[in-house]
Nanobody, 128 residues
Framework: QLQLAESGGGLVQAGGSLRLSCVDS????????MGWFRRAPGKEREFVAV????????YYADSAEGRFTLSRDNTKNTLYLQMNSLKPEDTAVYYC?????????????????????WGHGTLVTVSS
């Protein structure tokens, strides 16, 4: 079971950077594939990125590709999302999520329904 807590959100100007963290207070973090999702005001939650449990595989939404970097440190039970070149449209509450289920097609990880554990979110606001 995961107990996730996000941090690192805040207010940043367009073009700036933020690094989000997601810490699990349990002891099984390394068994889970971990993803980031976001929900912008008035919009549905959308996939941002996912990383495999041991970390060699990452997948990004088109909106994140080339600007965001997802990584994890299983010795610290921590997931990171480095966000560079931020845009006002990146403004959202960002959530980390975890699943033990292994899918053979990456597309399954793009759906929020594929995840069993969620954090409470951290707000990112990008001003123009």
């Amino acid at each position: 079971q995961l107990q996730l807590a996000e941090s690192g959100g805040g207010l940043v100007q367009a073009g700036g950077s933020l690094r989000l963290s997601c810490v699990d207070s349990g002891r099984t973090f390394g068994e889970y594939h971990m993803g980031w999702f976001r929900r912008a005001p008035g919009k549905e939650r959308e996939f941002v990125a996912v990383i495999s449990n041991s970390g060699p595989s990452t997948y990004y939404a088109d909106s994140a590709e080339g600007r965001f970097t997802l990584s994890r440190d299983n010795t610290k039970n921590t997931l990171y999302l480095q966000m560079n070149s931020l845009k006002p449209e990146d403004t959202a509450v960002y959530y980390c999520a975890g699943t033990k289920r292994t899918y053979y097609t990456a597309n399954y990880y793009y759906s929020s329904g594929s995840y069993d554990y969620w954090g409470h979110g951290t707000l990112v606001t990008v001003s123009s």
